[in-house]
């Protein structure tokens, strides 16, 4: 490789494998400080070392640290006697190079970036990342998020052998057959009432149902909202009663419907009503689980897109089947 590729990989080859400064451009143009528009535009008509393409240029100080970056199309409209640095948008935002990929595409989406220079510990500017290597960054984290979601913790390659995939999703599968043999044991405490009326059994896995569904509703919207920084100190108590709410309306209109559903069913009101009591309790905690699940395993650094399903589906399956069975055994 020419001597100039082999500083640049040396360069990248110093940060995370996940940073900025692995993902950034670095081939990007700058200029002095005290240029103005006339000069600019010499300077680029002049240059054979320039980018194929780039959208803005830097405006750096003598110890190449960045001042800000105007954009190509506001330097031509402008007055060649006008200094650049004039021109610098008043948002300067510089990523810094050990900076988590992941969030450099936070920063992107929220302040609107086309592209952003990336500086090193000294603010010194070493790289660009333009809106192309963001997009391609969103990609693989939205896939990275729906293999966690179900309990892959890494990604999978289609050349994987079987036993390479089977050790991949071994571990959250045994976790989550421990969870499912908790269910159980809620189950078992309740054999006598189940005994007396059959239909118990039969309507068991409605509740389960919708408490897992409601909660994984919830915990999807939760992970989105963690994965940009959305969710904060400061509204997190907002955000986790508006799902209890929510969870508590779909609740009451769940329990209303499966109710007369159940009823015109086994002709007996008292099922009817113990499900939608059932429903009503299992949805209102399957909204509080949903958010108090994941922002509790992210306060303890453990990711809860891998992690907190199974806890979640845990909690509504054994809620479930304990508020629909403990009512019962209280009438049965």
Do not use: C
């Not at 005994?195 to 409601?214: F, R, T, W």
Request: glycine share 6%; no cysteine.
């Amino acid at each position: 490789l020419p001597q100039k590729d082999q500083n640049f990989f040396r360069l990248g080859l110093k940060y995370p494998k996940d940073s900025a400064a692995r993902i950034m451009q670095r081939e990007f143009v700058t200029i002095d400080l005290d240029w103005t528009v006339g000069q600019t535009m010499d300077f680029l008509r002049d240059s054979t070392d320039l980018p194929e393409q780039f959208l803005e240029i830097f405006v750096v100080d003598k110890d190449r640290k960045p001042i800000g970056n105007a954009s190509i199309s506001n330097i031509l409209r402008s007055d060649p006697n006008i200094k650049v640095k004039d021109l610098v948008a008043e948002n300067k935002t510089f990523i810094p190079a050990e900076l988590d990929k992941e969030r450099v595409g936070n920063i992107f989406t929220q302040y609107n970036l086309v592209s952003a220079g990336v500086v090193d510990n000294e603010q010194k500017l070493i790289g660009v990342i333009t809106g192309d290597d963001v997009v391609t960054i969103v990609k693989e984290e939205a896939v990275e998020d729906a293999l966690r979601l179900g309990g892959i913790g890494a990604a999978e390659d289609i050349s994987d052998n079987p036993v390479e995939t089977s050790k991949n999703r071994f571990l959250w599968l045994f976790i989550n057959l421990i969870t499912a043999v908790l269910a159980s044991f809620v189950i078992g405490m309740f054999e006598s009432t189940i005994q007396k009326v059959v239909a118990l059994a039969v309507l068991m896995p409605i509740v389960a149902s919708m408490g897992g569904n409601a909660a994984t509703q919830t915990l999807t919207v939760t992970i989105q909202l963690i994965a940009s920084q959305q969710l904060n100190v400061k509204n997190v108590m907002k955000i986790i009663n508006r799902e209890v709410v929510t969870g508590l309306l779909n609740g009451l209109i769940f329990a209303a419907i499966t109710g007369v559903f159940v009823y015109f069913w086994f002709h007996d009101l008292k099922i009817a009503i113990l499900i939608g009591a059932a429903m009503i309790v299992n949805l209102t905690v399957a909204g509080l689980a949903g958010i108090a699940i994941p922002v509790t395993l992210n306060k303890m650094k453990i990711d809860p897109a891998i992690s907190a399903t199974v806890f979640v589906t845990t909690v509504t399956d054994v809620v479930g089947f304990f508020a629909f069975l403990g009512i019962a055994s209280l009438f049965v």
